[in-house]
């Protein structure tokens, strides 16, 4: 079983629409959630950082994270066409290792 | 703002070819890391390296190796360039310590012909 799943996609939305972007985890180490943004042939760029369970919001963005079902989530609201990028979620341990999810590749169209 | 610098952003190499992938990171971490990503399989850790001269085995380390001989700068060796290892290397840096987040570089993109 992989440590991080997430849904390739791709998602394709149209302009203003709400998207949701899901990961699901098993590791109970996992301590805080990060989600990168990946334009196409750049490098993933930080997005969230989350630690613990709970909501953060960050403009149009919200992560959200529920460690009881071992889920993570980031929303994207009035979603735009600069948001088509993949999105990588990222949970974290306090030892240094990173774990990322594969990614899913959101299309907003206009 | 942090800085990870990949030196070169796309190369084309022959096969057998020895290849250096250079990264200097501008924010005094400790810990730099080298991953590859392909369509499918997501990132996937080759090395990493907590301290200068120190470096850990990923879960991909085979026909590559590393240097670290100063904080801010971690190379990526391929010894002998094969055509399997035509994919994009993200090199990366962290602070040591818990709930560091870790910061990528623009990418090297390798074609390996």
């Known amino acids: 079983q992989k440590e991080v799943e997430q849904d390739p996609g791709p998602l394709s939305v149209p302009e203003g629409a709400i998207v949701s972007l899901n990961c699901t985890y098993s590791?109970?180490?996992?301590?805080?959630f990060m989600w990168y943004r990946q334009y196409s042939r750049k490098g993933p760029e930080l997005l969230m950082y989350?630690?613990?369970?709970g909501n953060k919001e960050d403009g149009r963005f919200t992560a959200q994270v529920d460690k009881s079902s071992k889920y993570i989530s980031l929303f994207i609201r009035d979603s735009q066409p600069s948001d088509s990028a993949t999105y990588l979620c990222?949970?974290?341990?306090?030892?240094?290792?990173?774990?990322f999810g594969s990614g899913t590749k959101l299309n907003v169209k206009p | 703002d942090v800085k990870v610098t990949q030196s070169s952003r796309y190369l084309v190499k022959r096969t057998g070819e020895k290849v250096f992938l250079e990264c200097v990171q501008d924010?005094?971490?400790?810990?730099m890391f080298w991953y590859r990503q392909d369509p499918g399989l997501g990132l996937r850790l080759i090395y990493f390296?907590?301290?200068?001269?120190?470096?850990e085995k990923g879960d991909i380390p085979e026909g590559y190796s590393v240097s670290r001989e100063k904080k801010e700068r971690f190379s990526l060796i391929l010894e002998s360039a094969s055509t399997n290892q035509t994919s994009m290397y993200l090199c990366?840096?962290?602070?040591?310590?818990?709930?560091?987040?870790?910061?990528f570089g623009e990418g090297s993109w390798l074609t390996v012909v």
């Open positions: 990366a840096s962290s602070n040591r310590g818990s709930g560091n987040t870790i910061y």
């Open positions: 590791n109970s180490a996992f301590q805080y």
């Open positions: 989350t630690y613990s369970s």
């Open positions: 990222a949970p974290g341990t306090n030892f240094n290792k990173f774990y």
């Open positions: 924010m005094d971490h400790e810990n």
């Open positions: 390296s907590y301290d200068v001269k120190m470096k």
